[in-house]
């Protein structure tokens, strides 16, 4: 029998990029499966869901509402919804008429069993918790185009418990896997051509593994990567600000190519609300990583992730955000308002109690801050030289290429003979909020 087809829309963060490719190799190794590239040829239709903010959920509704009539059109075609928002919502996804398969992030193995019983009209939901799953053995088939930068997951789950989060219900508690395993899994990605790998997990500077009473922490594994791929960068992200130790910090500086620019959350400036979010840092001990930081790497790069509104936040709280933002002077930050995850602490035990339109107010003066920050950082590289690891042809012009630098900023420069995957030095000689702009020397 000719193997069906399958397709994989993957929303949200990168950690379900990597679970995508996850799915899709089980899927293409059982040899009943095989992968496609639209939507329209496919027997099986895949959503790898997210649930951090409740619009990531209503954007998934609103996907399902679309597939309506794709599935009027080809009854046969099964659809499944995988990921986060399965965990979280279980068999009342099958409520949905056009949902017949529902799977959460530690049941991806059982995935062929679960679409075989939707098959035959049986009701096909998994989203038992698991305090093992790593996935290991299982190479993944990588489904983007690019050979250039891939993912390689060191942890699953989490265990902090910040109390707004919905990670640790839907992801369930922290593994580490074996070192041995992730280092097969980057140097099979640079044999099959990769220059880059992202080392994932929600918080991969508490990764630990032991082996016959010798401790192997996230800084072993940052050496064991870069030592045995020195023609590889190496990258990491989410780092928690409570794990980022001077040791870690050390290891990124001695090793080229490791790459210079850690993500660190801050999530707010006061101590009071980080208090109240369980963060277990407070103001002070977050500007005292960044000092270490800029001490010991002065050319690193530093981003984070803020969100406005949470429970109680005063505007004086609000003002403390401002202050250390403009104080850190990230290179970037992903920004968001408070949205109340059902089932956290803070839904059960805290209130939701700033106003909407104070949450977006505050949020706008966060992001006009950050863009001039940004802008600033940007500025600041004119006239500096980077090595560019070259990606792929520049969205605004096709004789341009973009790439980005060991800081993780994205620049274009004139595509002359260069291909993706080459590393070129490029000087930087303009830039906008976003991007720098400059040419190959
Ligand atoms: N509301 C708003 N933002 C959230 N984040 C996590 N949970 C929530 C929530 N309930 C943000 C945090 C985290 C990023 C991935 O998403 O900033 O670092
Ligand atoms: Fe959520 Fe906190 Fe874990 Fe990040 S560290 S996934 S914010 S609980």
């Known amino acids: 029998m000719n193997p069906k087809k399958f397709f994989i829309e993957t929303y949200g963060c990168q950690m379900n990029v990597a679970d995508s490719e996850v799915v899709a190799t089980i899927l293409q190794n059982s040899g009943k499966y095989i992968y496609c590239k639209t939507i329209e040829e496919a027997d099986l239709i895949l959503l790898n869901t997210c649930s951090i903010r409740e619009k990531a959920e209503h954007r998934i509704w609103g996907r399902l509402d679309n597939l ?8 046969s075609v099964i659809i499944g919804v ?34 075989d019983l939707a098959c035959n009209n049986q009701k096909a939901v998994n989203t038992e918790p698991s305090l093992t799953e790593t996935y290991d053995k299982i190479i993944p088939l990588r489904l983007d185009d690019s050979t250039v930068s891939g993912f390689v997951s060191i942890t699953r789950g989490c265990n902090n418990f910040c109390t707004y989060c919905i990670v640790p219900y839907t992801r369930g508690r922290e593994r580490s896997r074996n070192p041995q395993d992730i280092l097969k899994e980057i140097i099979h990605l640079k044999e099959s051509g990769f220059k880059e790998v992202t080392l994932l997990g929600q918080n991969v500077n508490s990764y630990y593994w032991k082996n016959d009473n010798e401790d192997f922490n996230f800084y072993d594994l940052l050496e064991l990567a870069a030592k045995n791929n020195p023609e ?23 090793y080229s190519n490791i790459c210079k620019h850690i993500h660190l959350p801050v999530q ?80 059960k035990n805290l209130t939701d109690d700033v106003p909407e339109e104070v949450k977006l107010q ?39 290429l973009f790439g980005r630098t060991s800081q993780n900023k994205v620049v274009v420069f004139p595509k002359l003979n260069f291909k993706f995957g080459d590393f070129v030095n490029v000087k930087i000689e303009d830039c906008t909020q976003t991007t720098l702009i400059g040419k190959s020397v």
């Open 362 to 400: 505050r949020l706008q003066e966060m992001i006009s801050l950050q863009n001039d920050i940004s802008l600033k950082s940007n500025r600041s590289d004119i006239g500096k030289t980077f090595e560019v690891l070259t990606e792929g042809i520049s969205k605004k012009k096709n004789n341009e």
């Open 232 to 254: 590889m960068r190496i990258r990491f992200t989410t780092s928690h600000p409570k794990d980022m130790s001077d040791e870690t910090i050390k290891t990124i500086a001695k």
């Open 82 to 115: 995988i990921g986060c928002m399965a965990e979280r919502l279980g068999d009342k996804l099958l409520d949905n008429e056009i949902v017949s398969v529902v799977a959460g992030p530690d049941n991806y193995r059982d995935i062929l069993r679960l679409i």
């Open 68 to 75: 309506k009539g794709l599935k009027r059109n080809n009854s």
């Open 268 to 347: 707010s400036g006061s101590s009071r609300i980080l208090k109240l979010m369980n963060r277990k840092y407070d103001r002070e001990w977050y500007m005292d990583r960044i000092n270490a930081i800029h001490e010991i790497i002065p050319e690193c790069s530093i981003t984070t992730d803020i969100f406005s509104g949470f429970c109680t936040e005063k505007q004086e709280d609000h003002e403390e955000t401002l202050s250390l933002m403009k104080w850190a002077n990230f290179d970037m930050a992903y920004m968001f308002k408070y949205s109340e995850r059902p089932g956290t602490y803070a839904a």
